[in-house]
T-cell receptor, first 116, second 114 residues
């Protein structure tokens, strides 16, 4: 158990809909990262928040948005869903910003999104 | 543009033998490389890392080798055990503005045969 929790575990929805994925980081971690893993693809970095502020953006579509709340939990909002958005969405957390060497990213179990 | 490539989608190794997982990269600005391991229905977990100023880092059965001139790193697992069966991701860190970002490979599925 990494200490990072994600809800829900599975989500099935229709094209055009909007969903919200939730992540609670490990106690004490200030950074939250969101990743997307499509079938047979590596992890695509979407966005990072640190202590409530957006710090880095990766390949995140304009239809997607995220935020980190004062209690440090984070939500990823996906709207106008398309079939191609079906994927595993992982949240990770770390203490600080660097992501390596004593600041390891700890991953949650992921949310599997299926868009029909 | 895939900056981090794991060209073998899968690898099958006999229990007790050496497993060698490979990773190639294109960006010479990467300063740290990491390996993560992922079991089904779980998130990836950190395994081992190496700084770009080193050529080897060892942790128990796991050793990572870095060849900067070839832009290639490899993870050696000796001896391989059934519990090592998992997907292994290679990731590289690059500084972007005032922050760092990890660039991930597509993963290699390692199967340890009894």
């Amino acid at each position: 158990d990494s200490g990072v929790t994600q809800t829900p575990k599975h989500l099935i929805t229709a094209t055009g809909q909007r969903v919200t994925l939730r992540c609670s980081p490990r106690s004490g971690d200030l950074s939250v990262y969101w990743y997307q893993q499509s079938l047979d693809q590596g992890l695509q970095f979407l966005i990072q928040y640190y202590n409530g502020e957006e710090r880095a953006k990766g390949n995140i579509l304009e239809r997607f948005s995220a935020q980190q709340f004062p209690d440090l939990h984070s939500e990823l909002n996906l709207s106008s869903l398309e079939l191609g958005d079906s994927a595993l969405y992982f949240c990770a957390s770390s203490v600080a910003l660097s992501g390596v060497v004593g600041d390891t990213q700890y991953f949650g179990p992921g949310t599997r999104l299926t868009v029909l | 543009d895939q900056q981090v490539k794991q060209n073998s989608p899968s690898l099958s190794v006999q229990e007790g033998r050496i497993s060698i997982l490979n990773c190639d990269y294109t960006n010479s600005m990467f300063d740290y490389f990491l390996w993560y391991k992922k079991y089904p229905a779980e998130g990836p977990t950190f395994l081992i890392s190496i700084s770009s100023i080193k050529d080897k880092n060892e942790d128990g059965r796991f050793t990572v080798f870095l060849n900067k001139s070839a832009k290639h790193l490899s993870l050696h697992i000796v001896p391989s055990q059934p519990g090592d069966s998992a997907v292994y991701f290679c990731a590289a860190r690059v500084r972007m503005d005032s922050n760092y970002q990890l660039i991930w490979g597509a993963g290699t599925k390692l199967i340890i045969k009894p």
